[in-house]
């Protein structure tokens, strides 16, 4: 069962900006259009959904630090902070709940610089190269994961 689960999906730097951001890389979809569909996709799972999205690395810290005891799981998508923030990984290492990674480009064909991500170490599992389509996935994902925790 995953009624009443919480979820938090949250979007670090120039996520806001996909529709324009590279449209090769990233796809066409505006990060408005992606919180729709995992928004339905939340509702079909019976998830409750929280959908951030901020360029700020502090504020993705305290968002993390105060999910510790109001949601059950995190997706994130750290953006380029996976790839550089120890900060990042100290507070996700403070919650006691799944964590799951998601990228929407294959960071692992991409640039060297993109293959190491902080995030990972800590991540319960990690989706990359799904394009947009990789946040229902995670979503697939989360409520498979709360259900086998019941
Ligand atoms: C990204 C991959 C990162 O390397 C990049 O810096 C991003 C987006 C992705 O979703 O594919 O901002 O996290």
Sequence with gaps: ?????????????????????E????GSATLGEIEKTVRATATKLGLELTFKQTNLEGELVS????????TELIVINAGAFSHTS??????????????IELHLSNIFAREEFRHNSYISKCAT???CGFGAAGYNLALEAAAQILSEQD
């Design 1 to 21: 069962m995953t009624a009443n689960k919480r979820i938090l999906v949250l979007n670090g730097p120039n996520l806001n900006m996909l529709g324009v951001r």
């Design 63 to 70: 968002w993390i630090q105060n999910a510790r005891f109001q």
């Design 23 to 26: 449209p090769d890389i990233y």
């Design 125 to 127: 599992g990690v989706i």
């Design 86 to 99: 120890i900060a990042i990984l100290d507070a996700l290492q403070l919650l006691e709940i799944p964590i």
